[in-house]
């Protein structure tokens, strides 16, 4: 599978992103996702994650109660919606797709996409 995400940009503290993350191939329905951002200088941190029916998610605590993921497997995309935005959230963000252990850990993953940039200034 071939995962590309976009909609990253720079918004103020406060504000909303939504990521979006387009997958080819016919297996996409079958692999559970996960976000995760980087930033710099630091290590590749799970942000959320969602099964492959879209019936369990996933989320990193900071980030409980203002993302939302979820997928729509007939577009074969996953959605990352990002609220009340925190200048810590500044990083780039990557979708993944078969985690073959830990949804959290991203050596776990066997399909990566390339990053989008979000910046949230204050």
């Known amino acids: 599978v071939q995962l590309q995400a976009f909609g990253g940009g720079l918004v103020h503290a406060g504000g909303s992103l939504r990521l979006s993350c387009a997958a080819s191939?016919?297996?996409?329905?079958?692999?559970?996702m996960g976000w995760f951002r980087q930033g710099p200088g630091k290590e590749r941190d799970f942000v959320a994650a969602?099964?492959?029916?879209?019936?369990?998610?996933y989320y990193e605590d900071s980030v409980k109660g203002r993302f939302t993921v979820s997928r729509d497997n007939a577009k074969k995309m996953v959605y990352l919606q990002m609220n009340s935005l925190k200048p810590e959230d500044t990083a780039v963000y990557y979708c993944a797709a078969d985690p073959r252990g830990s949804y959290s850990n991203a050596q776990d993953y066997n399909y990566w996409g390339q990053g989008t940039q979000v910046t949230v200034s204050s």
């Open positions: 191939g016919r297996t996409f329905r079958t692999y559970d």
């Open positions: 969602i099964s492959w029916s879209g019936g369990t998610t």
